[in-house]
T-cell receptor, first 111, second 114 residues
Framework: SQQGEEDPQALSIQEGENATMNCSYKTSINNLQWYRQNSGRGLVHLILIRSNEREKHSGRLRVTLDTSKKSSSLLITASRAADTASYFCATDGSSASKIIFGSGTRLSIRP | AAGVIQSPRHLIKEKRETATLKCYPIPRHDTVYWYQQGPGQDPQFLISFYEKMQSDKGSIPDRFSAQQFSDYHSELNMSSLELGDSALYFC?????????????FGPGTRLTVL
C-alpha cells in the first residue's frame, strides 16, 4: 500500500465480541478516515478523526489516533453479523486533495 | 439525504473500446475524486477536481481523462480499454478538499472488459 498498512489483514470473531483493527501510515496527515466496504459494494464512511484529536466515538465505533506513532485503531464493540465487511483506513497523506487507502482488514463475524 | 450518484452501475466493454463513467456529487459539494479498485485490492486514487479544475493526479493512465463540468458533475473517459481496466470505479465528493472534509463515496461503477 502507498500509505497505510492495516493489521490484521483478516479477522474472524464471534458475534458479540469486540473487534480491533489497526492502521499505520507513513507521512504527516491532516485527518484519517475509516471506511467499511461490503463485498463488491461501495465504500461507507464511518468516522473521520483530525490530526489534533486522539480519540473519537460514534455509536459502537471507537477510533484512536497516535500521530507520534503514525497509527490509528478502530474498535467495534459488541459485534454483529452485519459488521462483516472489509474495513479501510484512509489518510490525506502529503496532499489535501486526495486520500490514500490502506490495504484493508477483512472482518468476519461468526454467529 | 442525497448521495453521490454514479452511472452506469455496470458496464461491459470489449478490449480497445471506450467507456465514459459519470459522477454526480452531493449537492453543494465542489470537489470530486475518482478511484479505481481492482479485484481484492484497495482503492487507488486516480484524479480529483476542485471547482472544475484538476486538483491532484494519481495513478491514472494516459488513456484515461476526466473533467468536471459547470454543474460539478464529473466524467471519466477511458479509451483503448484493456483487460486490466476491469475494476470498480468509485467517485467521491466533498465540500472543500479532503484535508478538512470527509469524502462521501458513490456506489461505484463495475467495469468489465472482455
Amino acid at each position: 500500500s502507498q500509505q497505510g498498512e492495516e493489521d490484521p489483514q483478516a479477522l474472524s470473531i464471534q458475534e458479540g465480541e469486540n473487534a480491533t483493527m489497526n492502521c499505520s501510515y507513513k507521512t504527516s496527515i491532516n485527518n484519517l478516515q475509516w471506511y467499511r466496504q461490503n463485498s463488491g459494494r461501495g465504500l461507507v464512511h464511518l468516522i473521520l478523526i483530525r490530526s489534533n484529536e486522539r480519540e473519537k466515538h460514534s455509536g459502537r465505533l471507537r477510533v484512536t489516533l497516535d500521530t507520534s506513532k503514525k497509527s490509528s485503531s478502530l474498535l467495534i464493540t459488541a459485534s454483529r453479523a452485519a459488521d462483516t465487511a472489509s474495513y479501510f483506513c484512509a489518510t490525506d497523506g502529503s496532499s489535501a486533495s486526495k486520500i490514500i487507502f490502506g490495504s484493508g482488514t477483512r472482518l468476519s463475524i461468526r454467529p | 439525504a442525497a448521495g453521490v450518484i454514479q452511472s452506469p452501475r455496470h458496464l461491459i466493454k470489449e478490449k480497445r473500446e471506450t467507456a465514459t463513467l459519470k459522477c454526480y456529487p452531493i449537492p453543494r459539494h465542489d470537489t470530486v475524486y475518482w478511484y479505481q479498485q481492482g479485484p481484492g485490492q484497495d482503492p487507488q486514487f486516480l484524479i480529483s477536481f476542485y471547482e472544475k479544475m484538476q486538483s491532484d493526479k494519481g495513478s491514472i493512465p494516459d488513456r484515461f481523462s476526466a473533467q468536471q463540468f459547470s454543474d460539478y458533475h464529473s466524467e471519466l473517459n477511458m479509451s483503448s480499454l484493456e483487460l486490466g481496466d476491469s475494476a470498480l470505479y468509485f467517485c467521491a465528493s466533498s465540500f472543500g478538499t479532503s484535508g478538512t472534509h470527509e469524502q462521501f463515496f458513490g456506489p461505484g461503477t463495475r467495469l468489465t472488459v472482455l
